[in-house]
């Protein structure tokens, strides 16, 4: 694979784990983050604009369709650019229900895990390529 699959499958596997860890282990925290998140809509456009940004920039560099770690970086391109433009769109209503399982401690959990293991899985093909 290229340098740039390489490159990418590192920095959004180690990102992955990093806030996936975080996840798990300050599950309150986050609660109040997205709860916050949901009623500011100056930094919940920020965030957004910044977001379509990454996505579009992994999209258009990076179009590679296929079963394997680099088309799992497209993937996440998509996934970013599809949850930015719900977020410039939703109203603050919209935010406050995909909240209702925050206070989910198991939700947290499972999502957190399966998260850090996608990480795993990106960066390990990252760092092993060559």
């Known amino acids: 694979m290229s340098l740039s ?17 975080a996840f798990i282990l300050r599950h309150e925290s986050f609660v109040e983050y997205a709860r916050s998140f949901a009623e500011d809509i100056a930094l919940r456009y ?6 379509l940004a990454a996505g579009l920039a992994i999209v258009l ?6 079963i394997s770690y680099v088309g799992a970086i497209t993937v996440v391109g998509w ?5 930015s ?18 206070d989910d ?9 399966l998260s ?6 990106l960066a390990t093909h990252g760092f092993t390529v060559f």
């Open 61 to 66: 560099q990076h179009p590679v369709y296929e």
């Open 116 to 121: 850090l293991l996608f990480g795993v899985y």
């Open 5 to 21: 699959s390489a490159f990418l499958a590192e920095f959004i596997g180690l990102y992955i784990m990093i806030v996936s860890a």
């Open 46 to 51: 920020s965030v957004a604009l910044v977001e």
């Open 79 to 83: 996934l970013m650019l599809i949850e």
């Open 85 to 102: 433009v719900f977020h410039l769109a939703a109203t603050e209503e919209q935010e406050h229900k995909l909240l209702d399982h925050a």
């Open 105 to 113: 401690r198991a939700y947290w959990k499972v999502f957190g895990t």
